[in-house]
């Protein structure tokens, strides 16, 4: 794999960014330089890691901002780069540059992204933060920063110079390049204690701290060259560019990338190209047929021009490797399809979406951790995956394997998973019977072994709740569970009462003394814990039990971080059944991707929306469609006074009232089961909440000199008129102590 790309990678952006602004000095400091080093390279033995280097130096560096120069500072360019890395995963994904030549690597991204970029931080910053002149940013930032300065404090541009160098000991020809525009060198983190010496007086520490921030980016712009400075110059000063879009930026890349190559004879590739990918697509494959025409493809490939070879090649060795796949040469597969990633990755647009999207599958489906964890990575620094990483666990792995199976067809995957239609006739139910007595802990194997159960999981499946006694009594292991899906007797009996309204078995289960482990261990491909599906059916009394029985209430439940978070976004959906948000969010893929997902074929989250809008004109295809998915729905979500209960029993089991979370990972906005109370409207449960240490004064964002986003403004935003009447009341209360 060459190593330069047409659009730099994200680890190469981020070491850049973080040299320019001067932070690199602080990242060597904690010894984490090596990190961003081995992420800037893409270091083979830490592939699959990428995407934790990444966010882990990505909150280290917002950290130390926040410190140096203010929290605004910091929450305000921890904005900027994440749609700076949103917009290259963007176009990484929509610009196949697999035909450009060496040459024109830089300056086809610089000319469409890079300086129409540059040019709107600018323009935001001046925008947002109060500061010098963008003229004369242009010629000489150092030199623009230490007029605004001047004119701010009153202090002498004279005398903010010489105290200035005399802080980082630079000589009078080092400040007269300095403000002629030349890269300033020693000036870098920290930049508060340097401004704090130019000043030379006391000053307050949210002004010198926006003062430091301005010095960041003078010293981070003048890095760039004069040429890369001057062209930004035009979009933010001269304002010679048309208004710049993304999508205007990737079609016109893509236009030059594809007038690289030449068209007649990438067209005359591509045709052979197309006529294997239907061989491939035949339910009866003729391999023989498809050897040789693969093999004359190759031939073909061999007599084109460097530039169509490099741009239709991937085609060639892509359908080598899904013929191997399917041949059910594993080893050879795998090397192709590594060979393939490693060709497509950064360079291959829209296609090597679906090339990681088949290669995570065959590795996931043939057994292949190493190879599934560098796939999995990948996703995630492309974009195709949502932020924060989410692990590759062992059900991670079972749900993306029903994929491999819809895909790779006849194959089977080598996790044991379920079939897609388990068949059972009437006289396969489940009737007691001594050999079960005699066994109740023996797994059985259903479904040719894909699936496996004890007498003790069927009963509570299928039979009595006198079955399931008999059982216990004979020995039947509650504590039991299958290692593969960590489906138990409680799990079954849990699903049972959710499913059905049916708790009879669940509350005998729940009134024997079940291990720890037991009440904690999630199950299934979904992560369903006893303590998820009991606030799920908003059953108090068994929340009371878990919790008594060391569920534990903090533990992440569902996509949210713990079972409060979770219980208040069931209550909100029963008192508010009318809001369409959450269900706006499911087809609009924004809920994490699941089984049924998979067995569509569809396991990244970039790809769940186009899944789900077709279940959404399902569900809106005629009155009676509706008024079955209206009818599933109320089903499932109980009266919110239950839910309410629900979340009083968790208070009362020392859940955190303030746990922080977002609602997307870009997002800045951080909520708290308090907060959101606040949006929610409920002023049983806001109290409530309060009473168990939940505090109202922690804030969405960092709070400003001018703006607090508590749970005051997020009531009175929300027209919540109850809990911004109890909120002012007890201000009053406060201050009249």
Request: hydrophobic fraction near 40%; glycine fraction near 6%.
């Amino acid at each position: 794999m060459k190593n330069k790309t047409t659009v730099p990678r994200l680890g190469h952006v981020l070491r850049a960014l973080i040299s320019a602004a001067g932070y690199r000095k602080h990242l060597a400091d904690i010894g984490l330089d090596k990190n961003l080093d081995d992420l800037a390279a893409e270091v083979k033995d830490r592939q699959s890691s990428g995407s934790e280097l990444l966010l882990g130096i990505e909150q280290t560096c917002c950290e130390a901002l926040a410190q140096d120069c203010g929290p605004e500072w910091a929450q305000f360019l921890l904005e900027v780069w994440a749609r700076t890395r949103s917009s290259i995963q963007m176009v990484v994904q929509h610009v196949d540059t697999t035909s450009m030549l060496p040459e024109r690597d830089n300056e086809l991204f610089v000319r469409h992204f890079t300086v129409p970029m540059l040019s709107g931080f600018m323009r935001l910053c001046a925008a947002l933060r109060d500061g010098p002149d963008l003229a004369g940013c242009s010629m000489s930032p150092f030199r623009a920063w230490i007029v605004f300065v001047a004119q701010r404090t009153g202090i002498s541009e004279s005398v903010l110079l010489a105290s200035l160098a005399n802080e980082v000991d630079a000589d009078q020809r080092t400040i007269e390049r300095w403000s002629s525009g030349e890269r300033i060198g020693k000036i870098g983190w920290p930049y508060a204690s340097k401004v704090a010496a130019a000043l030379g007086k006391p000053v307050d520490e949210s002004e010198v701290q926006h003062l430091a921030g301005w010095l960041l980016i003078a010293c981070a712009y003048q890095s760039l060259s004069t040429e890369l400075r001057d062209a930004v110059r035009c979009g933010f000063v001269v304002r010679r560019e048309p208004q710049w879009t993304l999508d205007e930026a990737t079609h016109a890349m893509n236009l030059e990338c594809f007038q690289q190559s030449d068209g007649a004879e990438r067209a005359k590739v591509m045709r052979s190209m197309l006529e294997i990918e239907t061989m491939l697509s035949s339910n009866a494959l003729d391999h023989d047929a498809l050897r040789e025409r693969l093999h004359r493809c190759g031939q073909q490939l061999e007599q084109v021009p460097p530039a169509v070879r490099a741009s239709c090649e991937i085609f060639h060795d892509w359908f080598l490797a899904r013929h191997a796949a399917m041949l059910g040469d594993e080893k050879r597969a795998l090397g192709l399809y590594g060979k393939l990633v490693s060709a497509a990755w950064w360079r291959a647009g829209p296609n090597q979406r679906l090339i990681l999207d088949e290669a995570l599958q065959y590795a996931i489906g043939i057994g292949d951790k190493d190879a599934a964890n560098a796939y999995w990575d990948k996703t995630f620094m492309l974009g195709l995956n949502r932020w924060p990483k989410r692990p590759l666990d062992e059900q991670e792995m079972r749900r993306i394997a029903f994929a491999f199976e819809q895909r790779f067809q006849p194959h089977t995957a080598k996790v044991r998973i379920p079939p897609p239609i388990e068949l059972r006739s009437t006289e396969d139910l489940f009737k007691l019977a001594p050999k079960h007595l005699a066994s109740p802990n023996q797994k059985t194997k259903y479904a040719d072994g894909r699936t496996r159960r004890t007498p003790l999981m069927m009963a509570i499946m299928e039979g009595t709740s006198d079955d399931v006694k008999l059982l216990v009594d004979a020995g039947g292991d509650p504590d039991d569970f299958i290692p593969e899906s960590g489906e138990g007797p409680l799990s079954y009996a849990m699903r049972r009462a959710c499913d059905r309204k049916d708790t009879s078995v669940m509350d005998y289960l729940l009134g024997l003394e079940l291990q720890r482990a037991t009440v904690n261990r999630p199950a299934s491909t979904r992560r369903e814990s006893p303590l998820k599906l009991a606030v799920e059916m908003a059953n108090a009394r068994a929340v009371a039990r878990l919790i008594e029985l060391g569920a534990d209430v903090e533990a992440a439940c569902d996509a949210l971080p713990s079972a409060l978070c979770y219980a208040m976004t069931l209550f909100n959906m029963s008192l508010h059944c009318n809001d369409p948000t959450q269900e706006q969010a499911y087809f609009a893929g924004k809920t994490r991707a699941d089984v049924y997902d998979a067995k569509e074929g569809v396991v990244l989250d970039v790809d769940l929306a186009a899944r789900r809008e077709g279940l959404q004109q399902l569900a809106n295809a005629s009155d009676r469609n509706r008024r079955m998915w209206k009818n599933v729905f109320d089903y499932f979500i109980r009266p919110h006074e239950a839910y309410r209960e629900v979340i009083r029993a968790l208070l009362a089991g020392e859940a955190d009232a303030n746990r922080p979370y977002r609602l997307e990972a870009h997002r800045s906005a951080q909520w708290t089961p308090t907060l959101f109370a606040a949006e929610i409207g409920d002023l049983e449960v806001f109290k409530l909440l309060i009473e168990h240490r939940g505090d109202p004064d922690l804030t969405l964002t960092p709070p400003k000199v001018l703006e607090r986003f508590d749970a005051l403004w997020v009531a009175v935003h929300h027209k919540r008129h109850e809990i911004v009447s109890y909120l002012l009341e007890r201000k009053q209360r406060a201050a009249s102590r």
